[in-house]
């Protein structure tokens, strides 16, 4: 099955090629707009993935060498996202299905991260555990099959890839900052501040990163400017330890209360080096599998869309014209918020 994903949920338009298993195109077009104003403007970003998107899509489908009609379906991201980013994407997918008489498939951007992982030579068996950390979401979610996903815990505040946007903000660097702030940790001291890990003591799987985006911010503001660029490599070591440290503590505190063997990094934040290493080290230390994409499949991109949507497609389901886009959308069950008994999964 031969599917082009599209997914348009925040600042990257992206379009891909995949058949199968197999990634034919995957091709990114990171907005640049939003690097001025710390963040990402929703309006700006919906008016530049109408901009960017056709020839993303257009490029994806040359790279491929794959004519509109030798396409089987299409999957576009229908939500969590900016409203506005959503529906470009939704209502490209849409026009081009209906234009080219094609099945197409809404997709939940964080079951796109998790597909991912199906999109590398060693994917995971079932059942397994998959951290998704992202600019919007930290989440640990069990994955009992194909479209049968249970939250067990999530950030009651920032999401991890938020506090290292914020933090990478406050020493001095444009957005998104976790690739700058985790360049510069990488050559500073990891111990040179005792930065809080919050939550590691709750008898729970959910995070906060709140407070420590703040205790970086007093930790900054009680230094001279000199000192600060003296310490901007031991501060950005210190502050991502915490974040690792927390990550992979109640990753593996998680896979050992569910005995699950397997375990998944997903999402934007999974490309972070000292992420994947520490977690790997911990999982091999259990005798746990560790699933892991390339960067480029961590961070948004089509492709991992394409390939939860040919999950669906192959599995019967077709989304209908009523699709909306959902910005607030959730993933599965979520256990955090209603205790429910787990068979509810298995069941569907
Ligand atoms: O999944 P993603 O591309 O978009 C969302 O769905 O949010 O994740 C983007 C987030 C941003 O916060 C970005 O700073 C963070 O992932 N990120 C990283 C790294 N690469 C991207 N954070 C830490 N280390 C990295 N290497
Ligand atoms: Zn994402």
């Not at 799987?205 to 205790?215: E, H, I, Q, R, V």
């Not at 063997?261 to 999402?267: E, F, S, V, Y």
Request: with cysteine; glycine share 8%.
């Amino acid at each position: 099955m031969r599917i082009l994903g599209i997914e348009t949920s925040c600042d990257d338009s992206a379009a891909a090629v995949v058949e199968d298993d197999r990634i034919l195109a995957n091709v990114i077009s990171s907005q640049a707009i939003h690097q001025d104003y710390g963040g990402v403007v929703p309006e700006y970003a919906s008016r530049a993935h109408l901009r960017l998107l056709p020839a993303v899509m257009k490029s994806a489908l040359r790279q491929a060498q794959v004519q509109l009609s030798e396409l089987d379906g299409i999957a576009v991201t229908y939500g969590p996202g900016l409203a506005g980013s959503v529906l470009v994407g939704l209502n490209v997918a849409k026009s081009l299905a209906l234009a080219l008489e094609l099945p197409w498939v809404g997709v939940n951007h964080l079951e796109g991260h998790i597909f991912a992982n199906f999109l590398i030579p060693d994917s995971p068996t079932f059942p397994f555990l998959c951290l998704i950390v992202s600019g919007g979401h930290t989440q640990l979610v069990i994955v009992e099959a194909e479209e049968c996903y249970r939250t067990i815990g999530r950030t009651i505040d920032d999401a991890a890839g938020e506090a290292f946007d914020k933090v990478a903000r406050v020493l001095g660097f444009g957005y998104p900052g976790g690739p700058a702030v985790a360049r510069l940790a990488e050559s500073g001291d990891p111990q040179r501040v005792t930065f809080p890990r919050a939550m590691m003591e709750e008898d729970n799987f959910d995070f906060s990163f709140s407070g420590l985006k703040t205790a970086v911010l007093y930790y900054v503001r009680a230094l001279s400017e000199d000192e600060v660029q003296r310490q901007l490599s031991d501060i950005a070591a210190s502050f991502q330890a915490a974040v690792v440290d927390v990550l992979v503590r109640k990753t593996i505190a998680a896979a050992e209360k569910y005995e699950l063997p397997t375990i998944c990094l997903a999402g934007g934040v999974a490309a972070n080096k000292a992420l994947r290493q520490a977690l790997a080290a911990e999982a091999a230390a259990r005798g746990c599998r560790l699933h892991v994409p390339p960067p480029v499949l961590c961070t948004d991109n089509g492709a991992m869309i394409a390939r939860a949507g040919i999950s669906h497609l192959q599995r019967g389901r077709r989304s209908s014209d009523e699709l909306r886009a959902e910005p607030a959308l959730t993933l599965g069950f979520d256990e955090t918020s209603t205790p429910e008994p787990y068979q509810r999964c298995t069941q569907r």
